[in-house]
């Protein structure tokens, strides 16, 4: 069984940044989703098993960066100039059955993040 650990949520205002951790028990693809009140499940950012093919949202490109260190298997979200719409419970997810951006295998409990204006 996968299993998935998130840290790193908090409140944080406009404009300020955050790290968001996801230790896995093994290596895989991985991504970050968010779901905000009252809204679906929205890809953020995934990343391939060597690191090096990245994959992000419009919402969020040159904003957030998504990467990963495997002697840890631990995936980072780091969100810099972060608005209140980024406000969300935000998922690691763990091995797509397809694309990248849409389902994937396994799931974290989630992790709030909340940015006030």
């Known amino acids: 069984q996968v299993q998935l650990v998130e840290s790193g949520g908090g409140l944080v205002q406009a404009g300020g940044s955050l790290r968001l951790s996801c230790a896995a028990s093994?290596?895989?693809?991985m991504a970050w989703f968010r779901q905000a009140p009252g809204k679906e499940r929205e890809f953020v950012a995934a990343?391939?098993?060597?690191?090096?093919?990245?994959y992000y949202a419009d919402t969020v490109k040159g904003r957030f960066t998504i990467s990963r260190n495997n002697a840890k298997n631990t995936v980072y979200l780091q969100m810099n100039s972060l608005k209140p719409e980024d406000t969300a419970v935000y998922y690691c997810?763990?091995?797509?059955?397809?694309?990248?951006?849409?389902?994937?295998?396994?799931w974290g409990q989630g992790t709030q993040v909340t940015v006030s204006s």
């Open positions: 990343i391939g098993w060597s690191g090096f093919n990245t």
């Open positions: 997810a763990a091995d797509p059955p397809g694309s990248v951006t849409l389902d994937y295998n396994y």
């Open positions: 093994g290596r895989y693809v």
